[in-house]
C-alpha cells in the first residue's frame, strides 16, 4: 500500500479527540503565521482566496462519489441538496452581476453542476432500497 492511499485512507480516522484537536490547533496556528507573515503579498492573498473557494466549492464531492459507488442515495435530504442548488445559484449570479473575480464564479458553477449532479443520482437510485436482513427465531433466542 502506498503512503498516498494509506494517509487518504486512514487521515480522518482519530484514534482519540486529543489528537484531534492537537491537529486542528497545529493547523490554526500554522495558517495563522503563515497569513501573517505574507498577508501584503497578492500573490498569497489569491492564492489562498482560490484555495478557499475551491475547498468550498468541493464539499459535496464526497457524497457524489458514494453515491456512484454505491449507487444508493439512502438517508439523503433531498430538501438539504435543493437549498445548496438554490444557495449556489443565488451565489453564483451575484458574482456575474458584481463581477467577481473569475475564480469565484468558476467555483460557484463547480458547486451548481455538483448540486445537479447528486439531484440526478437521487432521481437515477431512488428505487434502490436497502435490502431488508431479517434475524431468524433461533438466533433472536442466542
Excluded at 61 to 76: E, F
Amino acid at each position: 500500500m502506498s503512503l498516498v492511499s494509506t494517509v487518504r485512507s486512514s487521515f480522518w480516522r482519530w484514534t482519540d479527540f486529543r489528537s484531534y484537536v492537537e491537529f486542528s490547533l497545529y493547523f490554526w496556528i500554522s495558517a495563522t503565521l503563515l497569513t501573517l507573515v505574507f498577508i501584503k503579498s497578492p500573490l498569497f492573498v489569491q492564492a489562498l482566496g482560490g484555495a478557499s473557494v475551491c475547498i468550498e466549492a468541493s464539499l459535496g464531492v464526497p457524497q457524489m462519489l458514494q453515491n456512484h459507488r454505491t449507487k444508493k442515495t439512502a438517508g439523503i435530504s433531498v430538501p438539504l441538496i435543493i437549498s445548496w442548488f438554490l444557495g449556489d445559484a443565488f451565489k453564483t449570479v451575484y458574482y456575474v452581476l458584481r463581477n467577481q473575480p473569475l475564480q469565484f464564479i468558476l467555483c460557484g458553477i463547480t458547486q451548481l453542476f455538483i448540486d445537479i449532479v447528486i439531484l440526478f443520482q437521487i432521481t437515477l437510485y431512488k428505487d434502490k432500497k436497502e435490502p431488508h436482513v431479517s434475524i431468524p427465531k433461533d438466533e433472536e433466542e442466542a
